[in-house]
């Protein structure tokens, strides 16, 4: 798939607490097809700290308007610097890298940790637009970590894991009370021993399971190898030959 780089406008922010943000993003004309996990590769306007792009997911995207929306947890100083940003700026991006989630299954379960939950809402609505059935389980330690709440119910049935209780069942998504449903497929996004749990699971009860890495990136183009993952297959970029792998292909990762 052909990478662009790209001046896109922010025409919308929404801050949703002093952790999470959304920026939605026009494209100056035709904003390419975009594969549901895929992600963008930032560039820091202005802060001569942070010299490196920063990998963040496509979170959603409307394209009859030829927009996407990024969601963003401020962790460090990229993070910090993009929550400053304000509508009518301009922000330039690398994209659409790497690989994307299969879109297969018919009863499938999303479970989204943090800000995994990001790629969960563009794939909840391409896998609801072909008729699969999806039940969207949210995770964090508390309400205000799940930000994206409602912006789901239209693709699928939602539930929420908070460890405080805040926000749905009290405890880890693994915990939940759907999630030893039967599915066919299952999607994951999350912190690492999240998504190691859910594919284990998966994995024992011979479900498909996809987990989308999140491993330090810099050159986001398979040029550095800074963010490989020892797969069964041997090392693999995340950013080029990722970041969804089929969990199948990740033995040596879910036992570490
Ligand atoms: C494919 C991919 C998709 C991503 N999608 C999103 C997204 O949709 N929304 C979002 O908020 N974040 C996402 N991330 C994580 C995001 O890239 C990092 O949080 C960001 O690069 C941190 O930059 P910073 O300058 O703010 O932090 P830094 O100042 O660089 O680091 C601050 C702290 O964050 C840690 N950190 C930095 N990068 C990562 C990382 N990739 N994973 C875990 N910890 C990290 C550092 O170890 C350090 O402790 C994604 C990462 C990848 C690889
Ligand atoms: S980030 Fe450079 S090879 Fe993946």
Redesign the pocket.
Known sequence: MKKHITDFKIVKKKVYNATYFALTLQHPSTLPEIEAGQ?VEVEIPGNKH?MLR????I?DVDSEKSQLT???????????TLSQMEEGETLNLVYPL?RGFSQEGKEVLLVGGG?GI??MLHLSKCLSAKGTHCTILLGGRSATMIPVQEEFRPYGDVYFATEDGSLGEKGLVTQHSVFGAEYDHIYTCGPTPMMKAVARHAMEKGIECEV?L????ACGVGACLC?VVDSDEGHKC??KDG?VFNAKRLTNWIKK
Request: charged share 15%; net charge positive.
């Open positions: 992600f942070v920063r990998p963040i997911s979170h990024l969601l963003v947890q401020v962790v460090g100083k990229g993070t910090k790497g800000a990001a790629p989308s999140e491993n330090m990136m963010c995340v950013c970041p």
